[in-house]
């Protein structure tokens, strides 16, 4: 019994002693590397494209440009006195040859003035014949011979201007035309330089065109086109090219000849249609 007891008590013993003996640790959790963040991909730079050349630029910009159709003769008359219209012989949209008689003043005036300067010249003549006839027999001294003979030359002079001032009584055509506009009226005084008619030859054409600055590079006199206007077409040549390129709007201005314009009328718009070379 004693043994048996002894035994529990060395039992008991030893499991108290295990029981105060601390449970294991565990083994700390290793620290977290920092991973370095992956780099982002970079997009690839787009490839520098090489700017187009001058004829590439003049195709991409389009080869259609507004046209101005002009007559290739057109001008404004004016009076070159003052004085009243007498009559007016042409209306508004009649047709004139070169030199016809379009509007004649009243000059009664002017040949009054020409009739007394010719009477002037006619006595200044004699006088210097009375004198050259007196020199020749010694009567007159050459100072007086030489004063009528400028007497006379002034007199001429003189039926020179009013014979000049009398052929502006009539307002002639200076070339083929029709009249555009009609300014003044029968009976009408009008001052020196005051407009009278517009004159315009629509028999030849022409077409005033702004291309851009670009087309410089290729475009020349004599390069053809052509101009639509109506549903008709009309072919042309390039003749004038303005010499320097409007710094605001960087358009270049040209004149274009309208080979048969039957149909056309100063003042259409029209669209010219240009081909650069390839």
Not at 4 to 15: E, I, R, S
Not at 20 to 41: L, N, T
Not at 197 to 218: E, R, S, Y
Request: glycine share 8%; charged share 25%.
């Amino acid at each position: 019994m004693r043994r048996m007891t002894a035994g529990l008590g060395l039992l008991a013993c030893a499991l108290v002693a295990c029981s105060d003996v601390p449970p294991p640790r565990k083994p700390p959790a290793p620290a977290p590397v920092a991973v370095a963040p992956k780099p982002e991909p970079v997009a690839p730079k787009p490839e520098a494209k090489p700017e187009p050349k001058p004829e590439a630029k003049a195709e991409a910009a389009g080869s259609e440009i507004a046209a101005l159709i002009l007559a290739s003769e057109e001008t404004i008359l004016s009076s070159q006195m003052a004085g009243r219209i007498r009559q007016v012989k042409v209306g508004l949209g009649d047709e004139a040859k070169a030199g016809a008689s379009l509007i004649e003043f009243d000059c009664g005036e002017q040949r009054a003035a020409l009739d007394a300067a010719d009477a002037d010249y006619r006595g200044a003549r004699e006088t210097h014949i009375a004198r050259l006839k007196l020199q020749a027999l010694g009567a007159a001294g050459e100072l007086e011979v030489t004063v009528a003979a400028a007497n006379a030359d002034k007199a001429r002079s003189q039926v020179s201007l009013r014979r000049s001032q009398l052929a502006y009584c009539s307002v002639n055509a200076p070339f083929r035309g029709r009249v555009a506009r009609l300014r003044v009226k029968s009976a009408e005084s009008v001052q020196s330089g005051q407009p009278l008619l517009d004159l315009v030859n629509a028999t030849a054409l022409k077409a005033q065109i702004f291309v851009p600055a670009a087309w410089v590079v290729w475009l020349r006199p004599g390069a053809p086109l052509t101009i639509s206007s109506n549903g008709q077409s009309f072919k042309a040549k390039v003749s004038k090219l303005n010499s320097r390129i409007d710094g605001v709007s960087q358009q270049l201005e040209l004149e274009a000849l309208i080979e048969e314009g039957e149909g056309l009328v100063p003042g259409m718009i029209g669209v010219a249609v240009f081909t650069p070379p390839k």
